[in-house]
């Protein structure tokens, strides 16, 4: 499960254009395995804090929860670039360890497609 998680999670950030801060995704640990931070100043809006909690509330309003967007990207004067964290819950990695290989896959990347259509709706309203 946390190893399809990363997968999906790291292709699902190159096809967004958003960068993973560390420590994402790394096998050090299980704190690092299950979750990622994604730097969303690399997209073409530049959300910077506030935006990326407004998508955060949207994304959420969708059922789909996020970790909040946290103060790591420091844009200078006071200013905090945008961020998402996504991450596997105990409950989650429970949930999707009774499915087979394929249908794990195929949740991951239906989650993940979710996720890209409420952003790229979002930065398309913000251009």
Do not use: Y
């Not at 394929?102 to 398309?124: G, K, S």
């Amino acid at each position: 499960v946390i190893a399809s998680f990363g997968k999906h999670v790291s292709g699902f950030a190159d096809r967004l254009g958003a960068g993973l801060l560390g420590p994402s995704l790394r096998p050090d640990g299980l704190h690092t395995s299950t979750l990622a931070t994604l730097d969303l100043t690399s997209l073409p809006s530049q959300p910077d804090l506030a935006v990326a909690q407004r998508w955060n509330r949207v994304l959420s309003a969708r059922g789909l929860r996020l970790g909040q967007p946290v103060k790591c990207v420091s844009l200078g004067g006071g200013r905090w670039g945008g961020t998402l964290r996504l991450s596997l819950s105990m409950p989650l990695i429970g949930e999707l360890s009774k499915l087979a290989p394929q249908a794990l896959d195929a949740r991951l990347e239906r989650d993940m497609n979710r996720i890209h259509e409420v952003l790229a709706a979002a930065q398309r309203g913000a251009a």
